[in-house]
């Protein structure tokens, strides 16, 4: 009896330029700024490889999901809108966050300049790992509140006036002025004013939710579950980010 073996030969460029794709890590970058060399340093650090970084700037959350499962990428920077980040938090993805603060124009390591003429460097990468608001356990009233002020594109439902009448119990005054595309914290604040308002109903970026908590002002944040609107107390906003190793 003959036994034949057969020997698979390899050429030492077929080993090599497979080491080099195993080597080689692939980050889709979404941002509208491109990754500078500090960055790119910092990701061959981590990650302990050669880094191949995509860019893309994409701001339509779904399009952003779709093309980042279809990129057979190991990981994704996002750098944009909190309002686009916390859709893509919400959808699945931990994308690394690069972590930036402000600088002199001057200064050595500055990275980034905006558009409004701001500068920062960049500090260190980490994970994302909890996005959004917090809310009180439940829905309470606020004292001496007869006037409530609703800033939404669109009109506050009529389950949702009722909702806050219930609240309060009493003669209610819900005022709801032209919605500002714009809106800032600041703005919000200008309008309860105006308004004599003692309690509030907002859609709003999650921005401006974190800086009315932190002057102590807590919104009511109106959304829609399941066909239905819900109303509830946000107590704070949180971004959670862990150090990259």
Known sequence: ???????????????????????????????????????MAELRRLYGAEVQIVHKTINNVVELVSDYQQSGADDLVFIGPMAVLEIVFRLGLRPLWAQSVPCEGSHPECDVTTDNGRHFRFVRFERIVELGLRYAPKLEPLCGVRRVLVLMRHDLRAEGESKLRRLYRSELTIVQPRYEQNLTANAVRALMREYSAGDIVLVAPLTIFDELCRSRIYPIQAKIVQGRQVLQRVSSFVFTREPVA
Not at 7 to 35: A, G, P
Request: charge should be positive.
């Open 1 to 39: 009896m003959r036994f034949h073996h057969i020997m698979r030969v390899v050429s030492i460029e077929t080993i090599h330029d497979s080491l080099e794709k195993e080597l080689i890590m692939k980050v889709m970058w979404y941002s509208r700024f491109s990754v500078t060399e500090r960055q």
